[in-house]
């Protein structure tokens, strides 16, 4: 009725709130093919109270191969891609680092989100953060020693496969061709090849070898020396 009596009541919930915030950085933005590089993921709870039962997705793309993981608080699970947090006080921060190997395949961003908490989460405009790299590729190794260890027993250049239309020729110090191919992929063992080589089907000896590569995308052939050691 409005009246100022005891037949009304009213009661102010306040719900308890938290802000998770997300940061990520990345130890060597521009490595090469194959090198270990780390991603540090920070999850910080800026808000007055506990935040408890932290879910954060954490997914490595396929341009990366997971090797190890280390989380301050909580764990990760790599097969699933995602972080767990039991508790994080207010103010408190849990760091999560991340080794990888950076692959030729091109798909290097990396991003983190929170996907659940159990209080209210007051700004969803800091719950992700993410991180990439940029490979130095078609880098051309200069050596290589197929003596069948399994180690570097390839001629390697890195991010060939990006050039599917590229053309190898491998010449000995006489201006002899030695090897030649199309599509080339990592996959020569120093074994001469083809009809218009010397020693078809031999193993090369050691010794100074020169190379024209073109990547048949219009730019310049690269001519350069390469050494195979056994």
């Known amino acids: 009725d409005g009246l100022a009596d005891d037949d009304e009541a009213s009661v102010l919930i306040i719900p308890p709130v938290v802000d998770i915030s997300l940061t990520k950085t990345v130890s060597n933005a521009t490595p090469r093919i194959g090198e270990q590089i780390s991603f540090e993921i920070a999850a910080t709870n800026n808000g007055d109270i506990t935040a408890t039962n932290i879910g954060i997705e954490e997914i490595l793309p396929d341009g990366y191969l997971f090797i190890s993981a280390t989380a301050s608080i909580g764990t990760y699970d790599d097969l699933v891609g995602f972080w767990s947090i039991p508790s994080l006080a207010d ?49 051309i190794f200069s050596e290589f020693s197929p003596n069948g260890d399994g180690v570097n027993e390839f001629f390697q250049i890195d991010c060939i496969t990006r050039f599917p239309n590229n053309t190898l020729k491998v010449y000995n110090r006489w201006g002899n061709i030695v090897f030649e191919t199309e599509a080339y992929a990592n996959d020569w063992d120093g074994i001469s090849n083809g009809r218009a080589v010397v020693n078809k089907g031999e193993k090369l000896p050691v010794g100074t070898y020169y190379y024209i590569l073109d990547l048949g995308d219009g730019s310049r052939p690269i001519a350069d020396w390469l050494y195979i050691n056994r």
Do not use: R
């Open 91 to 139: 103010s408190g921060t849990a760091v999560l680092t991340l080794v990888v190997e950076v692959l030729e395949t091109d798909d290097y961003l990396n991003t983190a989100s929170l996907a659940f908490v159990d209080q209210i989460d007051l700004n969803i405009a800091n719950d992700s953060a993410e991180a990439t790299v940029t490979p130095s590729c078609l880098n």
